[in-house]
């Protein structure tokens, strides 16, 4: 039985690395924060484009009087046109989803900072560098 056949040829190794790089380096630079974010500044760059955002907040109510106000964001929410709708849903559900994955980040860094307080002196005392 002839073993060439059952070594990889070099360039489909080259080739496979390239991928993983692609991937590796794909998801080390491409936060999905910086995507959502990103997603938020177009969908609110384009609501701008179809509505007049100054001439709406002039037209509201302050917002200390909690009922009017709500009641003049829904007004005008159903007033629009469906694809103004759609785009603020789509900014209303960025906006969460954007606000929940930073809340995870700040917990996995307050969880990490308190770990490395409470592990430092027995890393400390068994001398290994971080």
């Known amino acids: 039985m002839p073993t060439e056949n059952l070594q990889p040829s070099s360039d489909f190794n ?3 690395m390239r991928r993983v790089r692609l ?8 936060n999905p ?30 917002f200390i ?5 709500g009641k003049f964001w829904v007004e005008a929410f159903q007033a629009t046109e469906l ?6 849903l789509g900014i209303i559900v960025v906006s969460v989803l954007l606000l929940s ?13 308190v770990l490395s307080r409470q592990w430092s002196p027995v890393i400390m005392q068994r001398g290994v560098r971080l």
């Open 65 to 69: 009087n909690v009922s009017a106000s």
């Open 23 to 30: 991937v590796y380096y794909t998801r080390k630079f491409i």
């Open 33 to 62: 924060l910086v995507i959502e974010f990103c997603f938020l500044v177009v969908l609110s760059v384009s609501v701008a484009g179809f509505v007049s955002v100054p001439r709406v907040i002039s037209n509201s109510p302050s």
């Open 14 to 16: 080259v080739r496979v």
């Open 101 to 113: 994955h930073s809340v995870k980040i700040y917990r996995v860094a307050k969880t990490r900072r």
């Open 83 to 88: 694809s103004t709708q759609g785009l603020a």
